[in-house]
């Protein structure tokens, strides 16, 4: 019998994809959301929604009862505060404490590959301290565990940096990245649930060209048929400025800084030969 699947993190930006996947290929989806109205708008009709909370442990543990294989998309808030409640540190110890007294079979975390920038060419950055530390957590836990580190994804492109007719984009991008698209990115989470893996394992998950964000940006404008797009680029000392006095812009500062300068190396082999090779390039995702 397939494994009943509870997710986490479902109506975001990646999270929705991953539970359109599963629900695709037939599995048992189950949800646990904070605004069950937002997430009835927006998910399948066959999928359970749970009302609960991460600083719940009450509605982790009747959620968990009902499961057998967890899927994380936590993340940050721009807006978010390192003194909050986040769901990447206080969220996800207690859905560890509460996953490891219920012999939950596997966790299934979206991390990021970007975070290993923190510590290079002096960046410091307390999200990708959090990040680092949330992959620490899930190994020490004890809950057989499959984490996954993609590059970009191309829907930072067609979602987050589009604004109007305009693709925003900040500073020079002085390094290349794989994109890999939600689609191909849920398609490869969907599979490593299927092999029902019986050890812990973690995979690169990156995407079958490598581009600057601006190389990628031009491509996706090119091939973009819905209307006529631009580019718009800003020094990224303007969003640093900015950032003194907007949370979100502070953000968007540091994220980006890290997205250009760090040096991505190909190690997606792997996970391309046990879970499949992707098939999106930025121009195919551009006409979708």
Known sequence: MKPRIGIIGGTGLLGLPVLNELVSSGFEVKALCRNV???????????????????DKFS?????KEIDVLYLNLSVNPSNKETDFLPEREGLENILDVASSLKLKRILFLSSLVKNYQGKNGFDWWIFKLKHNAVKLIKLSGVPYTIFYPSQFMENISILQKSGNKILLAGESKQKANFISAFDYSRMVT???????????????QGLESLTTEEAAKIFVKEYKKENLKI???????????????PNMKFTAKICEALNNYPEKFQGEEAWKI????????SDFAKI
């Open 37 to 55: 109205l937002k997430a009835k708008l927006v998910f399948p009709e066959n999928v359970n929604i749970h009302e609960g909370d991460l600083e």
């Open 60 to 64: 982790l543990e009747r959620f968990f």
């Open 191 to 205: 599979r490593s649930i299927e092999l029902n893996f019986s050890e812990s394992n973690e995979f690169v998950i």
């Open 232 to 246: 718009s680029k800003s020094p990224l000392f303007v969003l640093k400025f900015l950032g003194l006095f907007i």
């Open 275 to 282: 879970l499949g090779k992707p098939t999106l390039r930025i």
